[in-house]
T-cell receptor, first 113, second 113 residues
C-alpha cells in the first residue's frame, strides 16, 4: 500500500537555527497536509498543499510541495522553543479512496535552548 | 467555534469493563474517523464513517465497535477492553467537498489495567 516516509525521525536543533523536515511518497500526492502535535496532545492543522510547486508560509514555518507532487518539505526558520513537538504529514491518496488519508510516522523536534 | 470534542480526555479502567469514548463535531462533516497513536507506530486508523449509518473498518478494527446514528456523533466502543488497547485515541472529522484537512479532537488517553 502507498506510504508516506518522513525524515528525519527525530531532530534536535539549537534554538535560533533553521531546520527542514521531509515527507516523501513514491506516488502522486493529491493533497498534502502538515500537522503539529505537542506531546500527548491533539493534532493542530498547519498547512495544506495541493498544486505542484506550491509554497505556503505561516509565521516562521514554510511548506513546499515539489513539482512532481511526490515530496513535501517543512522548513522552520530561526527555531524557537514553541516549535518543539511532533510534526506529521498526511496525504490524500488517488480519487475514489473514500476521503482516507495516509500518514507519515512523524518527526519529533526538540529545541535546545 | 468549529471543533471536534472527545470525552473523556483520560480514563484508567480494568480489563473487560465496557467503555465508550464519545466524539462530536459541530462542522456538519460527513466523514469521521477514529485513530489510535502508539509510540513508534504513528497514527493507525480504527474505523471510519462516510455518513450516517455508513461505517467501515480501518487498519486495526479488532476489539472496537463504532456507530454513526447522527451526523455529528461517532462514538468508539470497547466491549471488552484489554491491556493492548492502552493507547492515545483521536477522533477526526473532514468535509468531503474537494480536498480538505481533517480536524482532530484533543485526544483520549486510555489505560487498561
Amino acid at each position: 500500500s502507498q506510504e508516506l516516509e518522513q525524515s528525519p525521525q527525530s531532530l534536535i536543533v539549537q534554538e535560533g537555527k533553521n531546520l527542514t523536515i521531509n515527507c516523501t511518497s513514491s506516488k502522486t500526492l493529491y493533497g498534502l497536509y502538515w500537522y503539529k502535535q505537542k506531546y500527548g496532545e491533539g493534532l493542530i492543522f498547519l498547512m495544506m498543499l495541493q498544486k505542484g510547486g506550491e509554497e505556503k508560509s505561516h509565521e516562521k514555518i514554510t511548506a513546499k510541495l515539489d513539482e512532481k507532487k511526490q515530496q513535501s518539505s517543512l522548513h522552520i526558520t530561526a527555531s524557537q522553543p514553541s516549535h518543539a513537538g511532533i510534526y506529521l504529514c498526511g496525504a490524500d491518496v488517488p480519487p475514489g479512496s473514500n476521503y482516507q488519508l495516509i500518514w507519515g510516522a512523524g518527526t519529533k523536534l526538540i529545541i535546545k535552548p | 467555534e468549529a471543533q471536534v470534542t472527545q470525552n473523556p480526555r483520560y480514563l484508567i479502567t480494568v480489563t473487560g469493563k465496557k467503555l465508550t469514548v464519545t466524539c462530536s463535531q459541530n462542522m456538519n462533516h460527513e466523514y469521521m474517523s477514529w485513530y489510535r497513536q502508539d509510540p513508534g507506530l504513528g497514527l493507525r486508523q480504527i474505523y471510519y464513517s462516510m455518513n450516517v449509518e455508513v461505517t467501515d473498518k480501518g487498519d486495526v478494527p479488532e476489539g472496537y465497535k463504532v456507530s454513526r446514528k447522527e451526523k455529528r456523533n461517532f462514538p468508539l466502543i470497547l466491549e471488552s477492553p484489554s491491556p493492548n488497547q492502552t493507547s492515545l485515541y483521536f477522533c477526526a472529522s473532514r468535509g468531503t467537498g474537494g480536498y480538505q484537512p481533517q480536524h482532530f479532537g484533543d485526544g483520549t488517553r486510555l489505560s487498561i489495567l
